[in-house]
């Protein structure tokens, strides 16, 4: 468990999630279904759903962290594989969401530094954050703050709430990147 001070009021606590925070998470990310276009999904997955997901993040030895703000769950994140070929096994994929009414207070930065961290420790060379809708600043903001640099956007490829989303792609290396021979072998989160 970390504690982090807010931007803009009280302690933000991050931690490992916990069977316990499933119908939390679900009701958040259902928001940002129901309301957002940070997903591309149209119908909220059910709380069955959501413990699969997570069961198969954490199975795969990768993060997957809660921020508690005021009492409550006010984000998640995780990292999962980026492409389930063999040789995207160095990449991950990011994912972050934040609740309704509690942005702006470092809820993301939160979750997305000790995210990056570990990832970075378990021997991951590339995080790629896939972000729905261009004008989604606040996503594309926290992820410049984060290091990633956007590398490409892709057109129109979602339709949701009526209109033509595109996607934005933005990426940043973990440790030594590229720069490096590849490791002989990636060690489950928090263990080395």
Do not use: Q
């Amino acid at each position: 468990m970390k504690l982090m001070p807010s931007l803009n009021g009280p302690a933000i606590t991050v931690r490992a999630s916990a069977d316990a925070d499933i119908p939390a998470i679900a009701a958040l990310y259902a928001h940002h279904v129901l309301h957002g276009t940070a997903s591309f999904e149209e119908v909220p997955p059910d709380e069955a759903e959501m413990a699969r997901r997570r069961a198969d993040i954490l199975a795969r030895g990768l993060p997957y962290l809660v921020a508690e703000c005021e009492g409550r769950l006010a984000g998640y994140a995780y990292a999962g594989l980026y492409r389930t070929r063999s040789a995207y096994r160095f990449t991950l994929e990011n994912s972050v969401y934040v609740a309704d009414g509690m942005g702006r207070r470092g809820i993301g930065r939160a979750l997305m530094d000790p995210l990056i961290e570990m990832c970075e420790a378990a021997g991951y060379r590339r995080m790629i954050a896939a972000i729905g809708d261009s004008a989604n600043h606040g996503s594309i903001g926290l992820h410049a703050a984060c290091g990633f640099r956007p590398v490409g956007v892709l057109p129109a490829v979602g339709y949701k709430f009526g209109r033509w989303l595109d996607g934005v792609l933005m990426e940043r290396p973990l440790g030594e990147g590229s720069d490096g021979p590849a490791p002989e072998r990636i060690f489950p989160v928090g263990m080395r």
